[in-house]
């Protein structure tokens, strides 16, 4: 049983443009929120997470919307690099395990 | 300079042979972690340890092993018993009470 939900399983986005990745989860014990980055070869790193007491949360180009009713996150990258290529991964915790539930992530490629 | 190293960075093994991947941490974390990941999977995990000398089964234990007997050190063997054991293999770690987990760069076992 797939616990994170993430979609589109790649995406395509023209240099400039928004890049738009969603996550949908079913355990509402879940209480943290990330997303990683992984470029080809390396270890994921930690990029931006969220907390379910606020709905939105931005670092520079990189955001995350949550909505807590809706148990849906999606991370927006705006004004997308051909330097954010890279798989991303969301992820869910809870505060009893802090074991994360990973998406199977979004291979993201940026044309220049 | 704190992080987690992963050795070797590739690894080739005829089958039937057992193979251990290593994992140390310099982040004095308590927790450390092994994930599996193959395309298209996300990240499954295999083992982790919360602390010294304990440790417990995650998602796809089988034909694994795994020992903790310093805070430092997470060493994972793959058995013959592994049926699929060709993969890119990751060790995270975490300190206690935090949700954010530090990857190291991963080994990738190619099983001929």
């Known amino acids: 049983q797939q616990q994170v939900k993430q979609s589109p399983q790649s995406l395509i986005v023209q240099k400039g443009g928004i890049s738009i990745i969603n996550c949908a989860y079913e355990?509402?014990?879940?209480?943290?929120f990330p997303w990683y980055q992984q470029f080809p070869g390396k270890g994921p790193a930690l990029l931006i997470a969220?907390?379910?007491?606020?709905s939105e949360k931005k670092e520079g180009r990189f955001t995350i919307s949550f909505n807590k009713s809706a148990k849906q996150f999606s991370l927006h990258i705006m004004d997308s690099q051909p330097g954010d290529s890279a798989t991303y991964f969301c992820?869910?915790?809870?505060?009893?395990?802090?074991?994360?539930?990973f998406g199977r992530g979004t291979s993201l490629i940026v044309h220049p | 300079d704190g992080g987690i190293t992963q050795s070797p960075k590739y690894l080739f093994r005829k089958e039937g042979q057992n193979v251990t991947l290593s994992c140390e941490q310099n982040?004095?974390?308590?927790?450390m972690y092994w994930y599996r990941q193959d395309p298209g999977q996300g990240l499954r995990l295999i083992y982790y340890?919360?602390?010294?000398?304990?440790?417990q089964k995650g998602d796809i234990a089988e034909g694994y092993s795994v020992s903790r007997e310093k805070k430092e050190s997470f060493p994972l063997t793959v058995t013959s018993a592994q049926k699929n054991p060709t993969a890119f293999y990751l060790c995270?770690?975490?300190?206690?009470?935090?949700?954010?987990?530090?990857f190291g760069p991963g080994t990738r076992l190619t099983v001929t």
């Open positions: 969220i907390r379910p007491d606020v």
């Open positions: 995270a770690s975490k300190a206690q009470g935090e949700y954010e987990q530090y």
């Open positions: 982040l004095n974390h308590d927790a």
């Open positions: 340890s919360q602390i010294v000398n304990d440790f």
């Open positions: 355990n509402t014990a879940f209480d943290y």
């Open positions: 992820a869910a915790s809870e505060g009893g395990s802090y074991i994360p539930t």
